[in-house]
């Protein structure tokens, strides 16, 4: 393979054992590799994919100048890297690798630059068995439409597979894919990616924080696990790490509730859902883990990543791409029979509403119009989570904006990022003309408030 010997101790920083105090066995620590020491299971670089039991591994914290993680996983992995397992395993009855041998193994790799281009091609590879998972779910969950389903296996590729998966996504996180597919420079391309990632933490956590306060028995129930080490001041300025938090200990109360009858019902019930697939996958844990990386990148690279060359950010662009990768893997028809729309106007007719509302999914800045029928009217000031024949929609907590502007070029969307004196800041990810505001909004506040059951 004409590949060079590289000692494992040159470009391992640290090999941890499993720590039985920790609740995963480890601590999830950036450019960290997860060796099986018996059996023949896959290396992996995430925490949330361990097959085994936290103590039948060792955690490989890899220098990432030297090296990319998720290549060594993936060497580890290959036909050479179990060689390489199976020549430092002892024992007979069941062989495992011991650390002190571990430290003296000779990998083999080629330069970080190629590197990075392999896992940009495994990163091609994911989002390929991503979208025939799609076009798969799409051929028997719809085998009417077989005939679209056969024109979308034949058009299969990365790029209108990628688009085709933005556009069914809520515009508020499609419009920052848009933004990173369009740039061509590395650096912009990187930081539209955090962006998306964050929109990510505070959308989903949006959305389960206003399926759990519409139930309020369940969220006064709840209220003092949710907000347990939170202070109101904490919430007048969020950050990414903030909503992660929330998120997190939403998605395991949901969890919780989804894996009992009565609980789905609920649940069901709150989110104004006939389908579990989108409860299911707001609340995953695997989402939160890769929203926690992404995180743990950010903080690492721009609190101690100095002076960011060409490569440097190619490098991190990689690692981000996965991540992406691995979301989107997450997110396959998780919006399928759901949409989040805006109310235009309405009229009462033999006792039900009929609604005039704006779609506002997918990448564009000109939102179709649908008509829908409902048992209430709605607020056209607000936002809401529209299941598809579902008479009363889940109005969503206002921490996301829409402005309409003169033209649809101007129309955008903006997530709340903090309240002082001054107003609300709301933050746009994709509208340059007017990347934020501040706007005294009174309301905001009495919502911040009732979470701590200040009224």
């Known amino acids: 393979m004409n590949l060079e010997p590289v000692p494992l101790a040159s470009i391992a920083k640290d090999i941890n054992q499993s720590n039985g105090k920790l609740e995963e066995g480890f601590e999830d620590l950036p450019d960290a590799v997860y060796l099986p020491i018996i059996g023949k299971s896959d290396a992996v670089t995430r925490l949330s994919d361990l097959k085994l039991k936290p103590h039948n591994y060792v955690q490989i914290v890899m220098n990432s100048e030297k090296v990319n993680a998720e290549y060594v996983a993936r060497f580890f992995s290959s036909e050479l890297g179990r060689m390489i397992r199976e020549y430092h395993q002892i024992g007979y009855a069941n062989p495992r690798i011991l650390v002190s041998s571990l430290k003296e193994s000779e990998l083999y790799f080629p330069s970080i630059e190629t590197q990075i281009e392999l896992i940009n091609a495994q990163n091609e590879i994911t989002e390929l068995r991503a979208m025939i998972n799609s076009i798969e779910q799409q051929l028997w969950n719809k085998p009417n439409d077989v005939e679209y389903t056969l024109k979308s296996l034949k058009n299969l590729n990365r790029e209108s597979g990628f688009e085709e998966w933005a556009e069914t996504l809520p515009f508020p996180l499609a419009s920052i894919l848009w933004r990173y597919n369009a740039e061509s420079d590395v650096r912009l391309k990187?930081?539209?990616?955090?962006?998306?990632?964050?929109?990510?933490?505070?959308?989903?956590?949006?959305?389960?924080?206003s399926g759990l306060k519409s139930d309020s028995s369940l969220f006064d129930?709840?209220?003092?696990?949710?907000?347990?080490?939170f202070k109101k001041e904490s919430l007048y300025r969020s950050t990414f790490g903030t909503w992660i938090v929330?998120?997190?200990?939403?998605?395991?109360?949901?969890?919780?509730?989804?894996?009992n009858r009565n609980g789905r019902e609920r649940c069901l019930k709150v989110f104004r859902s006939g389908r579990s697939d989108l409860i299911?996958?707001?609340?995953?844990?695997?989402?939160?883990?890769?929203?926690?990386?992404?995180?743990?990148?950010?903080?690492?690279?721009?609190?101690?990543?100095?002076?960011?060359?060409?490569?440097?950010?190619?490098?991190?662009?990689?690692?981000?791409?996965?991540?992406?990768?691995?979301?989107?893997?997450?997110?396959?028809?998780?919006?399928a029979g759901n949409q989040i729309i805006r109310p235009e106007n309405g009229k009462l007719k033999s006792g039900i509403y009929h609604i005039q509302v704006y779609s506002l999914m997918g990448t564009r800045q000109i939102f179709k119009k649908i008509s829908i029928q409902m048992n209430i009217m709605l607020d056209s000031d607000r936002l809401y989570l529209y299941f598809e024949g579902n008479p009363e929609p889940l109005e969503?907590?206002?921490?996301?904006?829409?402005?309409?502007?003169?033209?649809?070029?101007?129309?955008?969307c903006y997530f709340y990022n903090s309240l002082d004196k001054s107003g609300v800041r709301w933050v746009s990810y994709h509208f340059d003309k007017e990347a934020e505001f501040v706007k005294v909004d009174n309301s905001l506040e009495q919502i911040l408030e009732s979470f701590f059951g200040y009224n």
């Open 246 to 259: 929330l998120g997190e200990r939403i998605a395991k109360l949901i969890r919780t509730e989804m894996g």
């Open 190 to 209: 990187k930081e539209h990616l955090f962006h998306f990632f964050e929109a990510v933490a505070q959308f989903n956590t949006i959305l389960l924080l």
């Open 396 to 412: 969503l907590l206002p921490f996301i904006k829409f402005k309409f502007g003169q033209s649809s070029e101007e129309n955008a």
């Open 280 to 335: 299911d996958s707001l609340s995953s844990k695997k989402t939160f883990e890769v929203l926690k990386r992404t995180a743990d990148f950010r903080n690492k690279w721009k609190g101690h990543g100095g002076i960011e060359n060409e490569r440097e950010a190619q490098k991190r662009l990689s690692v981000l791409e996965s991540e992406l990768a691995a979301l989107r893997e997450l997110m396959v028809d998780t919006y």
């Open 221 to 229: 129930a709840q209220r003092e696990i949710v907000f347990k080490d």
